[in-house]
């Protein structure tokens, strides 16, 4: 697995070829799912645009308003920011980020761990590796045992990031 690690002014991490086809496929979902897929109704679109005042449906309407297109622009861009740093092809590689683009990779990978979140059910308490356990014991080659690896990779893959820009 990737771990990022600081080099001078750069955050490195090198990515084995499943690695880049995962994250280019997470970062695309969500960019489609900003895009094409955009719906108030979706649960998913609900926590990544949470009601700013849940008591006021018209002052959240109003506020939605004005901001929303940014939100969704900047969410677009930060996810696309993953896409443009990935190796090209069907080969892994070296990943060199500036400060800026590992700001906007850790805002995107929250995003698709996010979403995923909400379509695997995770809750604040669920414990993942039970999750997971469960999982495998009931189908080990299930959509979701793959989908629970996906979402604990980005979580290891996000705070590897973010070690990196503290240390």
């Known amino acids: ?10 955050y490195v991490a090198t990515f084995a070829v499943d690695e880049v086809r995962v994250l280019r496929k997470v970062a695309s979902e969500v960019v489609g799912l900003l895009t094409d897929g955009f719906d108030h109704g979706d649960p998913v679109v ?3 645009f949470p009601e700013v005042y849940p008591d006021d449906v018209a002052g959240s309407a109003e506020f939605r308003r004005y901001t929303e297109g940014d939100l969704k622009t900047a969410k ?3 996810a696309g920011a993953i896409l443009a740093a990935l190796p090209d092809g069907e080969a892994g590689g ?3 980020l500036d400060a800026e683009a590992a700001e906007a990779w850790l805002r995107a990978l929250n995003d698709a761990r996010l979403a995923m979140g909400v379509r695997l059910e995770i809750k604040d308490g669920t414990d993942l590796g039970e999750e997971l356990d469960e999982a495998v014991a009931e189908d080990p080659t299930s959509s979701r045992v793959f989908q629970l690896s996906v979402y604990a990779y980005l979580g290891y893959l996000q705070e590897s990031l973010l070690n990196a820009l503290i240390d």
Request: proline fraction near 0%; charge should be positive.
């Open 1 to 10: 697995m990737s771990m990022f690690r600081r080099q001078g002014d750069r």
């Open 46 to 48: 609900g926590r990544l």
């Open 76 to 78: 677009i861009d930060q």
């Open 94 to 96: 070296e990943v060199r």
